[in-house]
């Protein structure tokens, strides 16, 4: 049973293996400075075609 199941995961990961290019992370950091307070945001993403994702933290 054991050697099924690994057989199994190795054929798993093998067949979700990365085609094309690596695609590179963007990375954006902005300060701001009011008379209400300073604003400080930094945000991470990717970009491949038209899909899209970031993850962002304002502080």
């Known amino acids: 049973m054991r050697i099924l199941l690994a057989l199994l995961s190795l054929a798993a990961l093998a067949a979700c293996g990365a085609d094309g290019e690596p695609v590179r992370p ?6 701001t400075l009011s008379s209400s307070g300073m604003y400080g945001g ?18």
């Open 42 to 59: 930094t945000s991470v993403g990717i970009r491949k075609g038209t899909f899209a994702a970031s993850l962002g933290l304002g502080l």
């Open 26 to 31: 963007t990375a954006n950091s902005t300060v």
